[in-house]
């Protein structure tokens, strides 16, 4: 479904990626892990468009991606929930989800999929017309997602969604993505808790410095002990 190839990314003059690979098949649940600094939000926001590429190829469904607007990315099928949720605090939970179907595609289903965002979220619908700003920080985290449901999603990416949320509501989460992915939604997740990575994902890719330096199954890289000095810094 995604294929990445080789990516580069520059700041100005500073290099941010160098070279990140990783495809997502139809279906599958994968994460993209790697310290601070390491070049995951960069990818991801590449993947949108949010940032352009310097070398290598991204293709989706194996469309070219390069060099669009991050709004067609959007009407290809693919949906980002962005590091730090990046609501619109003084707008209700039902304006701010409603920002999610901007494209003229997603307008037409606004109404069906505000009610399947409300079933999964049923929190959100009780505080439809509250300000989220003045949600707790699950709640705002179950607005970011739903907002990016409302563009009906083929791939969701999912950037550090746990930062400042309950452990409680974190696995009410988790456990709302896993049905998401049983309904048909691909899913990158990027994160830096390797228990709660490996527990929700199949396949993993680490990347350093930007470069993916390891990939492969979750239960093989929990073994490997390159992962484990390079990730974990145990020996």
């Keep these: ?32 892990l790697g310290a601070n600094g390491a070049g995951k939000s960069t990818t991801v926001n590449a993947i949108v468009g949010l940032v352009p590429t310097s070398a290598g190829h991204i293709a989706f469904q194996g469309q070219p991606l390069a060099h669009q607007d991050t709004s067609d990315t959007i009407a290809k099928g693919i949906s980002l929930v ?48 509250q300000k989220a700003g003045e949600l707790s920080g699950g709640q705002q985290q179950q607005v970011a997602i739903g907002r990016a449901l409302m563009s009906s999603p083929k791939l969701l990416l999912l950037d550090e969604p746990f930062i400042g949320v309950a ?33 929700f994902a199949s396949r993993a890719y680490v990347l350093e410095n930007g470069r993916t330096v390891l990939e492969g199954d979750c239960g093989d890289l929990a073994d490997n002990p390159e992962f484990t000095r390079k990730f974990l810094g145990l020996n």
């Design 167 to 199: 452990p409680k509501v974190v696995e009410e989460i988790l456990d709302t993505l896993r049905h998401i992915g049983t309904s048909g939604v691909t899913v990158l997740l990027v994160e830096q808790n390797i228990h709660r990575a490996f527990g």
């Design 82 to 129: 962005p590091e730090g949720r990046r609501l619109f605090p003084a707008m209700s939970v039902y304006e701010n989800l409603a920002m999610g179907a901007f494209s003229p595609r997603s307008r037409k289903g606004v109404d069906r999929e505000m009610e399947r965002v409300f079933d999964l979220f049923p929190i959100l619908k009780e505080k439809s017309s």
């Design 1 to 32: 479904m995604l294929k990445v190839e080789g990516i580069a990314v520059d700041y100005g003059k500073v290099r941010a990626l160098w070279d990140v690979s990783l495809f997502v098949r139809e279906g599958e649940r994968v994460a993209l």
